[in-house]
T-cell receptor, first 113, second 114 residues
Framework: GEQVEQRPPHLSVREGDSAFITCTYT??????FFWYKQEPGASLQLLMK?????EINEGQGFTVLLNKKDKRLSLNLTAAHPGDSAAYFC????????????FGLGTRVSVFP | GPKVLQIPSHQIIDMGQMVTLNCDPV?????FYWYKQILGQQMEFLVN????????KSKLFKDQFSVERPDGSYFTLKIQPTALEDSAVYFC????????????FGEGTRLSVL
């Protein structure tokens, strides 16, 4: 089945710097990709969903890159601030018939002044 | 905004007992999910439920597990009997459609089996 590897497991960045998280997946038929943010004690909040036809997606304070050739999905938090301190998870849905998402292990980001 | 609510947030039970985890999904959502996360490990898909039926389940969804949503009320995950390895955080999620909408997750129920 699908395997998703997420790196790094922990990331400590200074306020104003960028934080870069990468997920690699194995199934070339994967079509839908998601990034979630989870603050301590809270539920997963969707940051962005990406479909396979889109390579670069920009959100508020972050950019998501999809490289289908290398089977890599990336999240770049630009100009990190303390509110970005949380765990971030990538998730992949294989195809139209798969119901469940396959998650990465998560990256715990800490932003310090 | 809309929320998925999970009750209770923490449950402690003795091994061999039955436990029911409750989820109140977003009211107009049609697809319901349970995920399991053992501390420090990946969140893993258990089951998807739609129109009163299990659509897909993973190998983690053991015979001791069952799901239902009687009369459109809570979407429940029942484990009977529980085992020590069932200790984990269980996340419920719901979505309006299956294909391109990201599931909305609840805050999880921490289950401790002693």
């Amino acid at each position: 089945g699908e395997q998703v590897e997420q790196r790094p497991p922990h990331l400590s960045v200074r306020e104003g710097d960028s934080a870069f998280i990468t997920c690699t997946y194995t199934d070339p038929n994967s079509y839908y990709f998601f990034w979630y943010k989870q603050e301590p004690g809270a539920s997963l909040q969707l940051l962005m969903k990406v479909f396979s036809s889109t390579e670069i997606n920009e959100g508020q304070g972050f950019t998501v890159l999809l490289n289908k050739k290398d089977k890599r999905l990336s999240l770049n938090l630009t100009a990190a601030h303390p509110g970005d301190s949380a765990a971030y998870f990538c998730a992949v849905r294989r195809n139209n018939y798969a119901q469940g998402l396959t998650f990465g292990l998560g990256t715990r980001v800490s932003v310090f002044p | 905004g809309p929320k998925v609510l999970q009750i209770p947030s923490h449950q402690i039970i003795d091994m061999g007992q039955m436990v029911t985890l409750n989820c109140d999904p977003v009211s107009n959502h049609l697809y319901f999910y349970w995920y399991k996360q053992i501390l420090g490990q990946q969140m893993e898909f258990l089951v998807n439920f739609y129109n009163g039926k299990v659509m897909e389940k993973s190998k983690l969804f053991k015979d001791q597990f069952s799901v239902e949503r009687p009369d459109g009320s809570y979407f429940t995950l029942k484990i009977q009997p529980t085992a020590l390895e069932d200790s984990a955080v269980y996340f419920c999620a719901s979505s309006l459609n299956r294909i391109n909408q990201a599931p909305l997750f609840g805050e999880g129920t921490r289950l401790s089996v002693l």
